[in-house]
């Protein structure tokens, strides 16, 4: 009997944690993602799927026994041989050669090992800032704004000229909070701050004004991280939050959708504007409250939570609100960035009359951050700062793979009708 649909489903029942991975390992899936519009084909050791032992096999089993004497093992699902693990096939410490439909949460387009992708990461260009592990923020190398100019600038979101990165999508979404609060505090601000403000002094308490009283509105089903706050903005799993402090933020209902959708059009445009109305009443509701929505944070496809979608016209919905009462309207395309749509950027398939103004990424893209328009840059220095371990260098450095990929004429699979190269 072939078991391999079966193995298939067993690998996606395990929560897996989100992109934090070695930095060996990230460097691997970072150039892979950078290649991921090219048309691509490795010639490996394996075919097909083939099951030796039950899963976890002995070995796996043992490595397990051998974990739990000093880390926590309850997510292991199994043990993995990626020396031996090749293009979409995963093998495991047992020689199980398994089909990976989950390709490492979905940060692995090119797969295992692909050879444009070891050596890549073999040259001094990505050894170098493995090793010297470069402060971006204050030290970056004489090469960074060529690099960045020509990599994550071309993929932006048509209207967003500014990136800033980070480690994970987790910290993508909890520094776009932050750059949200700083801009709703930016706008409302009479004037400059200086040392002797009260803003200084109180901040150090964690009081207002210089801790304001702010909120981010997110929705159910929703999955943004596990940060203190995106964790509050997740509404996905009640496992992800037992037990742990949260905001008392604002979270609005997202539109259950009834198919097929030709023949429920007015049952579900009554429903996506319940919940538009749900969404203007919590913003109402938060600024009575003195805790103002600073911003909006949403997915295109709710993919955690259970893979829940909704028409362009909720969405834009959605933004107009956000306009409405002065919020940043934040897109976290972290699962759905990159081209898992079919297009670069899932929320350009609205038709929005103006962009987000934050577009969070990573996965697909690798390198993690968020795109936003250049009015949003935090004025006060060292508000914001680069996560600029050694990760972020060598995947930015990666990044080149695709471009000289593109520069040899290989198809990129439909990316050139999104941009004019």
Known sequence: MNRAPLVARKMLQYPF?????????????????????????????HTRPVVKTAIPGPRSKALLEEM???????????????EQSCGNYMVDADGNVLLDLLTQIGSLPLGYNHPAVMAAVSSSSALTPLVTRPSLAMFPPSSW?????????PLAPRGLSEVTLMMCGTCANENAFKAAFINYMDV?????????????????????????????????????????GTLSCTHSKPIHKLDI?????????????????????RENEMEEKRCLAEVEEKMEKAAKAGEPVAAIIIEPIQAEGGDNHASPNFFKG???IAKKHGASFIVDEVQTGGGATGITWAHESWGLTEPPDVVTFAKKMIVAGYYTTLDKRPKEVSSHYINSVNRVSAMLWSLEIYFSIRATGSSTRGWETRYDW
């Open 17 to 45: 944690a989100r992109a934090y991975s070695s930095v060996v390992l990230s460097s691997l899936g970072v150039a892979a993602a950078v290649a991921s519009a090219a048309t691509s084909t490795v010639d490996g050791p």
């Open 318 to 320: 959605v933004q107009s």
């Open 68 to 82: 739990g004497k000093s880390l926590s093992t309850s997510q292991v699902a199994f043990f993995t041989d990626y």
């Open 188 to 228: 409302k601000r009479e004037k400059p701050l200086t040392p002797d403000s009260e803003e200084y002094s109180s901040t150090m308490l964690n009081q207002p004004p210089g801790s304001p009283k702010l909120s981010i509105l997110s929705f159910m089903g929703g999955f943004h991280g596990r940060a203190l």
């Open 245 to 265: 402090p949260a905001f008392d933020w604002p979270v609005a209902l997202f539109p259950r959708l009834q198919y097929p959708l030709d023949q429920f059009v």
């Open 145 to 153: 704004p060529e690099l960045v100019q020509s990599t994550l600038l």
